[in-house]
């Protein structure tokens, strides 16, 4: 067995048949049982599967309603449990934050002194430590069969570079260390593909991963599009060609008015992207780019909505954003009020694909 590096303690030594998250953490919450779904004339597995890559969808996806996380104890992005402050296994120190339900890096971090060197100070997580197979049993046995599975690859190639550093050093190291930026990022493509081989093993079906990585402000994207080009599209290229080559989707998750970005998520092969609104403008993603790539968007429904309400802004959403066939509905609403717009969503959405594909 390999050494035990002091951040790989905790995750060599867990008990992976037990739980370990907190009911109050995302883990456990995104990845909770859900109602069994109604049935159905066609599968829903592959009809989400026909939406986020561009062939033809029976209806239009309810987002959270037809996928289950697949977001394991095994992979200690954060600490395990979430609601707990400590360490992951890069050295990162986190803190959870009651009010917003999740956890932030402890401000004053610092695992990389010398960019230029950062092979010294990292120590890189050794997956042979980590038990993947109890723990993907564990998780695929709670797992859906009638529901999308998706991997929630959190802590992308960037982002978890600016964990490990001061934000401002992590944005001067593109100009100032660019070869030990890409030592960095190209590295952290191979840990992403090794983990990604660890989770398809052994987590049952998995259909697609939401990679999570920042990309901006709520101005703008942090980088130029030249350099997002030059110096993060290289190493997030071969991860990407890599989950592609396995038959899985790619959902990105990024936070920002990363807007200027469209072009090079597409070059990426990123099949969906769930953005921000309304910093970035829905209507002109799907007018621009809306046959060339997914997006999730949201039903505004208001807590004083009636039923009534609820299923004609579910019908004018329909109407505004089916066209292209690769849009999908998220809400934030209450529990009843989903219900009714995933009602009317699928039987609005089925009539409106079977005259538009002359079913």
């Not at 977001?71 to 600490?79: G, I, S, T, V």
């Not at 997956?127 to 564990?138: A, I, M, N, Q, R």
Request: hydrophobic share 35%; proline share 7%.
């Amino acid at each position: 067995m390999s050494e035990i590096g002091r951040f790989m303690q905790t995750a060599a030594n867990r008990d992976y048949s037990k739980f370990w998250q907190d009911p109050k953490s995302f883990p456990a919450m995104m990845q909770a049982p859900k109602p069994p779904l109604e049935p159905r004339e066609h599968s829903t597995v592959e009809n989400y599967i026909r939406c986020v890559t561009g062939n033809q969808p029976y209806w239009m996806p309810f987002k959270s309603m037809e996928t289950q996380i697949v977001w394991p104890d095994a992979m200690e992005e954060h600490p395990v449990p979430e609601t707990v402050d400590g360490y992951d296994w890069w050295g990162v120190y986190w803190q959870w934050v009651p009010s917003a339900g999740g956890s932030i890096t402890k401000p004053g971090t610092r695992v990389i002194h010398d960019m230029a060197n950062w092979e010294n100070d990292v120590e890189w997580p050794d997956l042979s430590l980590v038990d993947f197979e109890t723990d993907g049993k564990k998780i695929a046995a709670n797992l859906d069969p009638n529901r999308v599975h998706i991997y929630e690859c959190v802590e992308g190639l960037t982002e978890r570079l600016h964990e490990m550093m001061p934000f401002e050093e992590f944005l001067l190291s593109f100009y100032t260390e660019p070869e030990a930026l890409e030592r960095f990022l190209q590295k952290m493509a191979d840990y992403k593909i090794e983990s990604c081989e660890k989770i398809f093993k052994y987590y049952g079906r998995v259909d697609g991963i939401c990679y999570h990585d920042d990309w901006g402000t709520q101005r703008a994207g942090f980088y130029s599009n030249e350099m997002f080009r030059e110096q993060i599209m290289p190493a997030t290229k071969r991860f990407f060609d890599y989950v592609k080559s396995q038959g899985k989707f790619i959902e990105l998750h990024s936070c920002g008015k990363n807007i200027q970005y469209c072009e090079e998520m597409i070059e990426l092969g990123i099949d969906m992207w769930s953005p921000q609104l309304p910093i970035n403008d829905p209507d002109e993603l799907y007018q621009n780019f809306g046959t060339r790539m997914g997006f999730a968007f949201n039903i505004p429904i208001a807590p004083t909505d009636t039923e009534e309400q609820i299923r004609l802004k579910v019908d004018e959403f329909v109407e505004k954003y089916g066209a292209t066939g690769r849009v999908m509905a998220s809400a934030w609403a209450a529990p009843a009020q989903s219900a009714i717009a995933a009602d009317e969503l699928y039987k609005f959405s089925t009539q409106y694909y079977n005259k538009l594909y002359k079913r």
